[in-house]
């Protein structure tokens, strides 16, 4: 199931912008190669996140499989929030550079009435400015797959700078709240889920052409 999730959200449409900043369709030809330079946080001990480039250049998947939040009886204090801060170097063929035109979170949640959740992220290139925090909340009682997708303007898009070498950041974060439930008899939690167990956040790039080398 889940490469059948991976390859449709593979298929989804991604912005591309060519000389002159006129709409296109074609991300650039050659091999993308993406190294994780380093992983942390609560929610993607090492080991437990992945990333990979999809097959037509237009998107790229962060994988985990242990990424939730909970309260419950059987949950420790801090279980309530949990965290992934990723850095990825990002190998783009000569001549292009790129930022993030959407971004796809799934997953599943349980939530007793009463409780709530929330899932939020960010994400930035190294020494520049943070895009502002986007969150999703969910209202108990649910218990179901969730999405959620984020979208940039084309015009607000920020991209990698021509030339330079910039590391790419991403955070996330998911956070249960019991509000007015019971944590000691019953258990909320939200995770990026699947069926196989692995949680999945695709990133859609956008492109843009460099301009010549003096």
């Not at 420790?76 to 850095?87: A, I, S, Y």
């Not at 990698?160 to 790419?168: I, L, Q, W, Y």
């Not at 998911?174 to 995770?191: C, E, N």
Request: aromatic content about 10%; charged content about 20%.
């Amino acid at each position: 199931m889940l490469n059948a999730v991976a390859a449709a959200a593979f298929a989804m449409s991604t912005i591309i912008i060519p000389p002159g900043g006129a709409p296109g369709t074609t991300p650039p030809p050659d091999i993308i190669t993406i190294d994780v330079v380093t992983i942390n946080g609560s929610g993607c001990k090492p080991g437990t996140a992945a990333v990979a480039v999809s097959p037509d250049n237009k998107a790229f998947t962060v994988t985990y499989s242990e990424f939730m939040a909970q309260v419950g009886p059987e949950a420790k204090p801090t279980d309530f929030r949990k965290n992934c801060q990723l850095n990825l170097r990002v190998n783009v063929p000569s001549g292009f550079t790129y930022g993030i035109a959407s971004t796809d979170y799934r997953g599943f949640a349980h939530l007793e009435r009463g409780a709530t959740a929330l899932e939020k992220a960010n994400y930035y290139f190294q020494g520049m400015s943070e895009t502002q925090y986007k969150q999703h909340n969910y209202k108990g009682p649910f218990s179901d797959d969730w999405q959620a997708t984020d979208t940039t303007d084309v015009a607000a898009i920020v991209y990698h700078p021509c030339g330079e070498k910039r590391n790419f950041n991403i955070n996330t974060e998911l956070r249960v709240m019991a509000g007015t439930s019971d944590p000691k008899k019953v258990t909320s939690f939200i995770s990026m889920d699947s069926t196989d167990g692995s949680i999945e956040t695709t990133y859609h790039f956008a492109w843009k052409t460099c301009p010549p080398r003096p």
